[in-house]
């Protein structure tokens, strides 16, 4: 007995020292190593479970450091070069380029979609119309009356002739029947999940999810943002009204987005996909769009970074809306500064919750948000799950990244910032017109609450950074 309790508290060493030298955040790297060290009977499996900040073995196709996929990344990166945005960019527009790895696109038609209904039937119209290929990628895909639906439309596209590709994500679709994989299979879709957990070296990456929301027909259009595939997003699951939003696509940024889901499946599957890499698609007197692929085989913290970018760049104001409020100090500093410059910062989150543990979080940011000008608006109209951000009256994105420690580290995320005024304006009214079925926070919120919400509010808080 004392020699297991020895050797646990010696693992438990041993981890400490792990943490330190490869915890990202400073937060995660005390509390790993306190816990590590005081308590390493349960502490040290979740630490090799949890712990991990890095994705190992992932491979850029952007860098073209694999010689398989070489000659397609230099075909694709010169096209996009090709179509760079010829407007001015400011300090702010070249440190995202530099994040993305990959310039703004010029000539491009978007199109937000607000809601399942509208998003699916675009969706579903869009891959209809496709005529060589169709790649779809998501985190959570049902088996009900929507996934049915995109099952049989997929199977329908092989049967006349197409190319299909399905990516998921093993954790979000781990209630997915087997069957429906098998179905898909049988009928020539190419299927594959992530495969987080590819390698010998790589049993204990199940923490790390591929978060992204990717649909692309003929390379020409994309889909991307909040919505995942499943009844719930089309508000008939047990949180009732489900607000999303998604944007379209149409032209040479889908490029962009499609590398995205190429290295995606290289990296799962090995396979060197068959894509168009040529534009066909140029729009004229179209919109710049600079698409962000972000995730934890990055050599920076490309999302924390690309949210910081654009907070630090507002001038008259920034809003966001998240379903999911866990900043780390650096963001919140950014906030608060902003909010500091006289700069609107609002944060639209839901009221009703689907995680208790992050919902409860949110509350202990608002007293030190609070007190520099920071607005907190809480979504009554259902449950909010929108990804979306409005950056003075000319910028908005719309993507898959939380306003969180996940999706700052853990989670595969993509994101499409759009430079166009026009567009800036109907993301605004969007916004609007969720102000008006929202409550904004007020001290009380909190305050009036039982000392036993509060301990749980400072838990949440405490536990964030162990993500």
């Known amino acids: 007995m004392y020699v297991i309790i020895i050797m646990f508290h010696l693992v438990g060493f041993m981890s400490s020292i792990h943490a330190l030298m490869s915890t990202r955040s400073s937060q995660g790297t005390i509390a790993w190593v306190v816990s590590l060290n005081t308590f390493p009977y349960l502490s040290v499996p979740a630490y090799w479970i949890l712990g991990r900040s890095r994705f190992q073995g992932y491979v850029t196709a952007r860098k073209a450091r694999d010689l398989k996929i070489r000659h397609i990344v230099e075909t694709a990166m010169a096209e996009t070069k090709a179509l760079r945005s010829t407007g001015a960019r400011s300090g702010a527009a070249q440190a995202a380029e530099l994040l993305a790895e990959m310039p703004g696109i010029r000539s491009n038609r978007v199109e937000l979609l607000i809601n399942g209904e509208v998003t699916f039937e675009s969706i579903f119209r869009g891959i209809k119309g496709a005529k060589n290929y169709v790649l779809v990628q998501f985190f959570i895909v049902r088996d009900d009356d929507l996934g049915r639906k995109l099952k049989a439309l997929l199977i329908a596209k092989v049967r006349e002739g197409l190319r299909v590709y399905f990516l998921y994500d093993e954790v979000g679709c781990r209630k997915l029947p087997k069957r429906y994989i098998r179905e898909l299979r049988e009928a020539g879709v190419g299927v594959s999940d992530f495969h987080s957990r590819k390698g010998p070296h790589n049993r204990f990456q199940i923490n790390f999810r591929n978060h992204r929301k990717i649909v ?149 940011y608002f007293d030190e948000a609070s007190i520099t000008g920071v607005q907190f608006y809480r979504y009554t109209r259902g449950f909010l799950h929108e990804k979306v951000m409005l950056v003075d009256h000319r910028v908005a994105s719309v993507g898959t990244a939380n306003f969180d420690n996940r999706s700052f580290r853990l989670n595969f995320e993509i994101t499409a910032f759009v430079p166009d005024e026009a567009f800036a304006a109907t993301v605004e009214d969007m916004f609007l017109d969720d102000f008006a079925v929202s409550r904004r926070m007020q001290p009380s919120d909190r305050d009036n609450r039982s000392f036993w919400f509060k301990v749980g509010v400072n838990l949440a808080r405490l536990a964030s950074p162990l993500q």
């Open 216 to 364: 692309i027909a003929d390379g020409h259009t994309t889909w991307i943002g909040g919505h995942n595939v499943g009844d719930d997003y089309l508000g008939k699951g047990p949180l009732g009204q489900w607000r999303d939003t998604h944007l379209r696509i149409e032209g040479p940024a889908t490029l962009a987005v499609q590398l995205s889901f190429f290295e995606d499946w290289h990296w799962a599957t090995d396979a060197v996909l068959d894509l168009e890499w040529k534009s066909q698609h140029i729009v004229e007197n179209g919109v710049d769009v600079l698409v962000i692929p972000t995730g934890p085989a990055d050599r920076l913290e490309t999302a924390g970074l690309m949210f910081i970018d654009a907070i630090n760049s507002a001038r008259e104001r920034i809003w966001i809306s998240s379903p999911y409020f866990v900043p780390d100090k650096a963001v919140m500093a950014a906030l608060q500064l902003a909010g500091l410059r006289g700069v609107d910062v609002r944060i639209l989150i839901p009221d009703k919750p689907d995680h208790p543990a992050v919902y409860l979080s949110a509350f202990s």
